[in-house]
């Protein structure tokens, strides 16, 4: 499985937008990349998934370059609300049966 | 609330008791995932079914631990002679078959072992 990179922490203010990159190297042909959010005391949310170019839903953007070595993963005007921890995974769909978190990016939003 | 439910949310026991924890997935979802999360780190996956079948089990999940998925619906994770290493964030996971990497977690069991 590719192993992923990504900050270990991040600080923003409400209203900016934040934009989170992960590097994966080693990605697979046929490999995806899912982000996850994580609350304290919650388990973790899908946020987002792609394969390439660019990805974008109600919550957020997915920015996957040609190369697929890195994405980056945009949050339009952040709230405090969404002070969280960000996972980026790499895996392919067959195997996506188990996914493989690293620590993840600590996202701290202030007012 | 149609989501994922996890029961005991919390759970204190003594060194080398066992424990049973039981997750309710979403009613259609046929795969259903066990994993541990400790402070500070990512979940860590344990196990996971299709339907009834266990079709694979981490080296995490030591002989200790089963899991269990009688008919399907409903699965238990039972930890026995717990140990202070086993005190963690117990999650599961649930999914269809065509949209694996989208798992929708439940809230999870903490787990303290004294």
């Known amino acids: 499985l590719a192993k992923t990179t990504q900050p270990i922490s991040m600080d923003s203010y409400e209203g900016q937008e934040v934009n989170i990159t992960c590097s994966h190297n080693n990605i697979a042909t046929n490999d995806y990349i899912t982000w996850y959010q994580q609350f304290p005391s919650q388990g973790p949310r899908f946020i987002i998934q792609g394969y390439k170019t660019k990805v974008k839903n109600e919550v957020a953007s997915l920015f996957i370059p040609a190369d697929r070595k890195s994405s980056t993963l945009s949050l339009p005007r952040v709230s405090l609300s969404d002070t969280a921890v960000y996972y980026c995974?790499?895996?392919?769909?067959?195997?996506?049966?188990?996914?493989?978190f690293g620590a993840g990016t600590i996202l701290r939003v202030k007012s | 609330d149609t989501g994922v439910s996890q029961d005991p949310r919390h759970k204190i026991t003594k060194r080398g008791q066992n424990v049973t924890f039981r997750c309710d997935p979403i009613s259609e979802h046929n795969r259903l995932y066990w994993y541990r999360q400790t402070l500070g780190q990512g979940p860590e996956f344990l196990t996971y079914?299709?339907?009834?079948?266990?079709?694979?089990k981490s080296r995490l999940l030591s002989d200790r631990f089963s899991a269990e998925r009688p008919k399907g619906s409903f699965s238990t994770l039972e930890i026995q002679r717990t140990e202070q290493g086993d005190s963690a964030m117990y999650l599961c996971?649930?999914?269809?078959?065509?949209?694996?990497?989208?798992?929708?977690f439940g809230p999870g069991t903490r787990l303290t072992v004294t």
């Open positions: 996971a649930s999914s269809l078959s065509v949209t694996g990497r989208e798992q929708y």
């Open positions: 995974l790499v895996g392919d769909m067959e195997y996506g049966n188990k996914l493989v």
């Open positions: 079914f299709q339907n009834e079948a266990q079709l694979e």
